[in-house]
């Protein structure tokens, strides 16, 4: 269940030592890309195509045309290798990775500051004229990715920074926040950002807004997952999310100044952009094809003017595929610590849960518990709508289910349900806005319908079948290896 001592000794605390390591003991999880691709498309229609043929390795374009820096990609596309991120085994199921996450984020670890000098992000400084975001290999994505661009710069509409961390201060406690909200890149230094009404750096960028004051913001990018599995954790806004990448970690994050804004940034990040949200300029970002596998709408959005770009020698971009499994993995996986502590606040029975792919990593959750008294899955359910409001269909199965089949659930609905008294329908509830089922997508509304299912057994279940002995019965004694050479349905 964990990696050995010696792989775990070389995880490393920074994205190039993390892929060293996948590299040196797991080289299948690896491919590069030498030849020229271009960054509108290209590089993303590989990445699809790899998706049909149910392969996720991290890809990494050495040569994305325009760009003499390398662009990382799919890291989080792989379960495993989330969990060996954190030093479990790459056997790991998503219950110990859940098991593991929820140690963690119980024991924030504060982090600690360098100089300048020691700090890799800083090999490299350019300030005023010298920032051209352009040489950073950003990626078009989807087809109808767009947003208002600057005169000049037509030939990049739709490129964006999709693995930006954002790293703002609250004005009013000066707690440091961490979130990801994606970039369109309008010209040499200038993006526009979409940052969710119901994100932190929403509201801290709001108190700035009220004083007419800009927002400093730093972007990191290209981050050991350890850190960025922290950055991402579901904590309140009073909660320092550096403490959570050092949990994640096992040991504090080393943080530098920033050269132009009172910010303080990892110092092992690849890349980081130190910018500014302008206080009152707003111009029109996206359409950009979002999580659901649906395009988010165009929106007058902030404007982010870049002061500076520092980084590393030889650093490495990171870009994540927005609406494919290196998103909806990183989010699916951080979200289960917190509906799991909700369910668990409810009821002692619950064993695991689990938000399956098959509803985004966002819409659908299972939950696995041992059924003490009746109508305690109903309350577990309860419980993770409240814990997660994207949540759309709660389903609760028996602790003999295994959550991660959607099939064994599905089984389970089957064959122990009575709609009528075992589900619940709360309606006009809060969901995603870009639920493509609210009751206004087009409107970006954000009301949605939910239901809760006890697919448990119930009290008046009929006798199961069962033949003694199977568990007994040696196959190989028996056919020797025929058994195995016969198909397996
Ligand atoms: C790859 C990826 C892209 C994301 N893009 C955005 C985005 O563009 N805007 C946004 O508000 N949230 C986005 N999110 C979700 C937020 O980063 C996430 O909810 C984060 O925890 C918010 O942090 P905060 O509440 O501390 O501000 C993205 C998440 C991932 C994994
Ligand atoms: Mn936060």
Redesign the pocket.
Known sequence: MALPPEQRAELGKDLQSFLRFLETYYPNEILRVKKEVDPIFEATATLWRLEKEHRFPVVIFDNIKGSDIPCVTNV?ASFPRLAMALGLGIDATPRDFILEYMEREDHGIEPVFVDRDSAPCKEVVLTGDEVDVFKLPMLKYHELDSGQMDPGYEQHRGRYI??GY?IMKDPDTGIR??????LQAKGRNKFG????E???????MQKNLKHGRPTEMAVAIGLHPAVELG?????S?DVD?FAMAGAMLGEPLEMVKCETIDVEVPANAEIVLECEIHPTEREPEAP?GE?PGTYGPERNNPVVYVKAITMRRNAHYQS?F?GHW??LL??GV?RNSMIYKACRLASGGVRAVYVPPSGRCRYLCYVQMEKLIEGDPKNAAMAAFAADPFLKYVVVVDDDVDITSDSEVWHAIAQRVRFHQDAFVVTHARGSPLDPASYDPAGGSHLVTKVGIDATRKADFPLEISTPGVDQVDLDALFGDLWKQTRKD
Do not use: C, K, M
Not at 177 to 182: E, K, L, P, V
Not at 193 to 196: D, E, G, L, R, Y
């Open positions: 989080h999709t693995l954002e926040n961490a979130g990801i909200y994606r950002i979409q940052i969710s119901t994100a932190h750096g929403h509201y801290i950055f991402l954790s579901f904590t806004i999310e950009f999580y994540s927005v290196d998103n990183l989010s951080t």
